[in-house]
Nanobody, 120 residues
Framework: QVQLVESGGDLVQPGGSLRLSCAAS????????MSWYRQAPGKERELVAD????????NYADSVKGRFTISRDNVQNTVSLQMNSLKPEDTAVYYCNAILLVGLKVNSYWGPGTPVTVSS
């Protein structure tokens, strides 16, 4: 059974750092397209960063480029998001997403999310 569990969300002051982690089970992250999304209050969910399974290349939203870094540990089967120089506008619930090809079907899985609040 595919499961994603995020952790690491917290209250942090502007300029601070947090590291989010997504623990995956039921599949290998090396075979999936892994992403971090976020949803701020009253706003739509948006892509923050992603990691392609084949090339290993990364992609970031313009709003987080140079501040956030996505990484993965294939042995621990985890995907992390290092967030530096946090701003109040980074406040949101952060979600881990995995896209898997199962047979001929593309399935998308979400974790329950972890809240990040950036405030003084």
């Amino acid at each position: 059974q595919v499961q994603l569990v995020e952790s690491g969300g917290d209250l942090v002051q502007p300029g601070g750092s947090l590291r989010l982690s997504c623990a995956a089970s039921g599949f290998s992250i090396g075979s999936a397209h892994m992403s971090w999304y976020r949803q701020a209050p009253g706003k739509e969910r948006e892509l923050v960063a992603d990691f392609t399974s084949i090339s290993g290349s990364t992609n970031y939203a313009d709003s987080v480029k140079g501040r956030f870094t996505i990484s993965r540990d294939n042995v621990q089967n985890t995907v992390s998001l290092q967030m530096n120089s946090l701003k109040p506008e980074d406040t949101a619930v952060y979600y881990c997403n995995a896209i898997l090809l199962v047979g001929l079907k593309v399935n998308s899985y979400w974790g329950p999310g972890t809240p990040v609040t950036v405030s003084s």
